[in-house]
């Protein structure tokens, strides 16, 4: 009888663990090929894991809330044969032994998470994720005397203590139990009458980047008007036939997202992110777009190379990402790589607003509701008043990095591109 082991896929570039949410299958349950076996969490996204082969689940290796490395072994599925009903345990081959052996060390190592939200110290995203890399206490973290402002700590701090404990083979510190170490207490209501919920996986995650964002990034924003009357009659005449020729709808979204690409590719310092004192310029423009899921959390899925799709190829893509969002059923890839945000605010009757930027990303849009208004028109016989659709763009950009100069000339690119909208246009 083979063994085989399911191992935990590669499911993009910048994801190297999991957090196993579910297990659809249970010891001695039969699994056929592409079947889910389990159900697992990245930072952003839910996936399901399918098994490569048919046959038997016959040990399960990790449990609910683990944390799995990328290519571990999760489980292990009998290929040839039936398995019996005797315990597990005694049917275990010598390699799969090994497998087991190996696994308990891995579970030694993550079974215990760094919970940063236990320390009342701020730190910066890098820090933490260097923290993670190296298996850095939250005891041993609040130790580091930080060169940074208000004796935060830096990159260059926390690299310090990594060398310095290597080269004197430190143990890692674990913060001991005492008296002041007490769990975090439960809210409970005075009257009654209030009901305490806590925030699911997902709106801890959003909590905790949004804070962070806010306490790395010096927001700035800058808005502008935007008469879009063009854009929106030519939408009115196309979307019928652009929908039975296409088969998608057409929505503004696709028509902003392009003025977006277009004006990154005029002012390449606002594609750019920050690590650290230094700044990476991004070679390819990848647009976020905040989409809603349905449990009303938010996530933002990533259309690639934007600058190189027409205005088919884009809407096809928010078309896509969007409804798969809705759907759940995104990848973990399709929401990696973004360097450069859209968010719209519009679709719940918002004029304009003040978003977080996405981090490492230095700026982000807030696409406010297209609005008829009174305006004054402009005519070689004068000016007069029209009814005109109009908008304001919202971009929030980091001050650190991108000045108001930079900052403004972007989204007043933006804006020239959306009311320079070719009214004979053919899609």
């Known amino acids: 009888m083979a063994k085989f082991e399911l191992k935990l896929p590669k499911m993009g570039e910048s994801v190297a663990e999991a957090t196993i ?11 056929e090929v592409d079947e889910a076996v389990l159900e697992i969490a990245t930072d952003k996204v839910d996936s399901e894991i399918p098994s490569e082969v048919s046959g038997v689940l016959t040990e399960i290796l990790f449990d609910v809330d683990a944390i799995v490395k990328v290519g571990q072994t999760i489980a292990i599925i009998e290929t040839e044969g039936s398995v019996t009903d005797a315990p597990v345990h005694e049917v275990i081959t010598e390699a799969v032994a090994a497998v087991q052996e190996t696994i308990e060390v891995a579970k030694n190592v993550v079974s215990t998470p760094v919970n940063f939200s236990d320390s009342d110290k701020f730190f910066s995203p890098l820090v933490k994720n260097i923290a993670k890399q190296e298996g850095i206490s939250i005891a041993e973290l609040e130790a580091i005397t930080g060169s940074g402002k208000e004796g935060r700590v830096t990159k260059e701090d926390i690299l310090k203590f990594v060398e310095s404990r290597k080269s004197s083979d430190i143990a890692p510190v674990s913060k001991p139990a005492t008296s002041n170490q007490q769990p975090k207490a439960i809210p409970v209501s005075v ?22 964002s806010i306490n790395t990034s010096a927001h700035v924003q800058s808005f502008i008007e935007v008469d879009v009357t063009n854009i929106w009659k030519w939408r009115e005449k196309n979307k019928n036939a652009f929908e039975k020729r296409e088969g998608e709808k057409l ?11 277009k004006a990154l590719k005029d002012f390449p310092g606002m594609n750019i992110s920050v690590d650290g004192d230094y700044i990476i310029k991004k070679k390819n423009i990848n647009l976020g777009m905040a989409a809603s899921l349905p449990n009303g959390n938010l996530i933002v899925p990533v259309i690639k190379n934007a600058d190189q799709l027409n ?5 096809k893509a928010v078309n896509d990402l969007g409804n798969r969002a809705k759907a ?3 990848k973990p890839d399709d929401t990696q790589g973004g360097t450069y945000t859209v968010t719209n605010v519009g679709t719940f009757g918002s004029v304009f607003g003040t978003p977080i930027i996405n981090q490492p990303q230095v700026g982000i849009l807030a696409l406010g509701a297209i609005r008829k208004v009174p305006a004054v028109i402009e005519t070689p016989e004068g000016d007069f008043i029209g009814i005109r659709n109009k ?7 980091d001050h650190r990095v991108v000045d108001g100069a930079l900052g403004g000339s972007f989204v007043k690119r933006v804006a020239d591109y959306l009311e320079a909208f070719d009214v004979n246009r053919e899609f």
């Open 391 to 397: 908008m304001f763009l919202s971009h929030s950009y």
């Open 21 to 31: 949410t579910n297990w659809l299958k249970k010891v001695g349950e039969k699994i």
């Open 328 to 330: 759940g059923k995104l």
């Open 191 to 212: 009257n009654g009458g209030d009901e305490i919920v806590e925030m699911d996986r997902m709106r801890k995650l959003i909590s905790g980047y949004m804070m962070a």
């Open 251 to 261: 929505t503004f979204t696709p028509i902003f997202m392009e003025a977006v690409a």
């Open 311 to 315: 205005l088919v190829g884009m809407a």
